[in-house]
């Protein structure tokens, strides 16, 4: 396997028209790696994501997708490519049935109707609801189940766990566990819950005023309570 990797950022300087929200981000994510960006709100964490994904004016720096300049590609070329992304608004098509919403962009490979049916058996149970009919853990789960179906080399997650009922979390970080660690797929995770987001990744770096601050091994930042006091303003009692 190649050392190269899958994603780079390269001195990044990116935000909306002449408001600078991200300055000097430099970050890689590896074939099959896993990656959580911590920090309050407020930071820059999604508009990390959206500068990956294209949606933001890039003043300064690079972004490289498996060696190849892709600083100035169109954002549906950047998803064509192999990056799949899940908004923290989830966007469902709400008057599609969650069948229809899993197909209507599926690209063949190895996440197929089935294999997310078994990944979330939620919404198997809810494949002929509407997506306006679902909860909002439901949507969430089909969401992130619909970027799958496009067979993303690297899924961005902003937030997905924010605002569900603790059973929801469960089967989603259940889900999430196995996309990564199983499945191998590439992830950047955005999540308030610290505890779980380093529970479920390789590498970490926390954001302060657009910057990266921090960087370290996901298991050695979950024991590094200071510094996630410090940056997050939150105390970890444990991970899932």
């Known amino acids: 396997m190649s050392d190269q990797p899958l994603l780079s950022m390269k001195d990044i300087r990116s935000g909306y028209g ?38 933001t004016a890039v003043g300064r720096g690079s972004i490289l997708w498996r060696g190849a300049d892709i600083t100035a590609m169109a954002p549906h070329r950047r998803a064509r490519a192999g990056i799949g992304w899940v908004a923290q608004e989830r966007e469902i098509f709400p008057n599609l049935t969650v069948e229809e919403n899993l197909t209507v962009a599926a690209r063949p490979g190895r996440w197929d109707l089935a294999s997310v049916y078994d990944l979330f058996p939620r919404i198997r149970e809810r494949r002929q609801a509407n997506g306006n009919q679902l909860s909002g853990g439901e949507q969430q789960m089909l ?12 899924l961005l997650l902003d937030e997905p766990l924010e605002g569900l009922a603790p059973i929801i979390v469960e089967e989603l970080v259940r889900a999430l566990k196995r996309m990564i660690a199983d499945e191998g797929t590439a992830v950047i995770l955005i999540e ?35 510094t996630l006091d410090r940056y997050i303003g939150m105390k970890v009692e444990g991970s899932v």
């Open 18 to 55: 002449e408001a600078v929200v991200l300055d000097n981000i430099s970050l890689e994510v590896a074939e099959r790696g896993s990656l959580a960006v911590l920090g309050r709100n407020g930071v820059g964490k999604s508009t990390l994501l959206l500068t990956i994904m294209g949606f």
């Open 143 to 154: 969401a992130t189940a619909r970027a799958l179906m496009t067979n993303p080399a690297l």
């Open 192 to 226: 308030q819950h610290a505890e779980i987001a380093l529970s479920l990744t390789e590498h970490a770096v926390l954001l302060e005023r657009g910057r990266i601050v921090h960087r370290a091994r996901s298991q050695d930042l979950l024991q590094d309570h200071a």
